[in-house]
């Protein structure tokens, strides 16, 4: 399984930028795919996760409101639309798949993407 994430950049503060993650090498359709964050000196976290068919969507609480995850099953490719971005928003974004259902626990996660970087700033 190879996940390719891209669309991370440099963006001011209040405004948005689109995560990508392309899939290959397994049924995407049928697994979870998650959004995850690491901000220099900080543990990776949770940011969303969406459900094999996009009909279910879960958020941390610091981007709900701001942050959506959708999928395109046809083209393998997952979307994280940013908005309203701020400072504390920064970080190295990863995308990850797993099987059954969704969750926010990153060790439930089978493969990770390389991570593409958002710097928002002030």
């Known amino acids: 399984v190879q996940l390719q994430a891209s669309g991370g950049g440099l963006v001011q503060a209040g405004g948005s930028l689109r995560l990508s993650c392309a899939a290959s090498?397994?049924?995407?359709?049928?697994?979870?795919m998650g959004w995850f964050r690491q901000a220099p000196g900080k543990e990776r976290e949770f940011v969303a996760t969406?459900?094999?068919?996009?009909?279910?969507?879960y958020y941390a609480d610091s981007v709900k409101g701001r942050f959506t995850l959708s999928r395109d099953n046809a083209k393998n490719t997952v979307y994280l639309q940013m908005n309203s971005l701020k400072p504390e928003d920064t970080a190295v974004y990863y995308c990850?798949?797993?099987?059954?259902?969704?969750?926010?626990?990153?060790?439930?996660?089978?493969?990770w993407g390389q991570g593409t970087l958002v710097t928002v700033s002030s």
């Open positions: 090498g397994r049924k995407f359709s049928s697994y979870i």
């Open positions: 990850a798949t797993k099987s059954g259902s969704y969750d926010y626990r990153e060790s439930s996660y089978d493969y």
């Open positions: 969406i459900s094999w068919s996009g009909g279910s969507t």
